[in-house]
């Protein structure tokens, strides 16, 4: 029976690896205009998520998890994009496993939600590894005890305020 802590537990199942979505497996660049300016236009963003390449180094992060951990996708995007967000993961051969979206009507900084999911997912068994590039998310996970990795790879000073500040304060991916 898994304790539930995020670094320990006494489980035969293989821990879970958690892994964000957006600009941690999907390079979402092309979209990010969309939340360029005032008022954001979400279902602009969200319509072209099916369009968005792999960015190599999550697709082999993800793989190489996969090997020893159980899966668990964890996004803040809306449960509404789910059929595209499947057909994405699909589209790319990436490992199976549980998909955990946003309610869509969660506004919540994408920090709190995604901390509640991986507390949910702790009490299940251990949580091994959160892969995200939301700083504040890494940061509330972290402080929570969890072992992350800082998806870094895709965004860089000029796209990184866009994204964030966008996820911290209307909460929607």
């Known amino acids: 029976m898994a304790l ?15 892994i964000d979505i957006d600009a941690t497996l999907a390079d979402v660049r092309h ?3 969309h939340l360029a300016h005032r008022p954001k236009n979400w279902d602009g963003f969200f319509a072209a998520a099916p369009a968005d390449p792999p960015l190599p180094e999550g697709m082999e992060i993800a793989t190489t998890l ?7 996708y964890l996004t803040g995007r ?8 499947e057909a994405w993961l699909s589209r ?3 490992p199976a496993g549980r998909l955990l979206m946003r309610r869509d009507t969660d506004r919540r900084p994408s920090a709190v939600m995604k901390l509640g ?17 939301d700083v504040e998310v890494c940061a509330a996970a972290e402080a929570a005890g969890f ?4 998806a870094d790879w895709a965004l860089d000073e000029d796209t990184r305020p866009t994204l964030f500040d966008a996820q911290e304060s209307e909460g929607r991916t």
Do not use: C
């Open 78 to 85: 809306p449960e509404r994009t789910r059929g595209d967000t």
């Open 117 to 133: 999911q991986l507390r949910r997912l702790a009490a299940q068994r251990r949580v091994a590894i959160l892969v995200d590039d």
């Open 66 to 72: 996969a090997t020893d951990h159980e899966v668990v």
């Open 147 to 150: 072992a992350v990795l800082r």
């Open 31 to 33: 979209r990010l205009h």
């Open 92 to 94: 790319y051969r990436l």
């Open 4 to 18: 539930g802590k995020p670094g320990g537990g006494l489980d035969d199942r293989p821990p879970y690896a958690v």
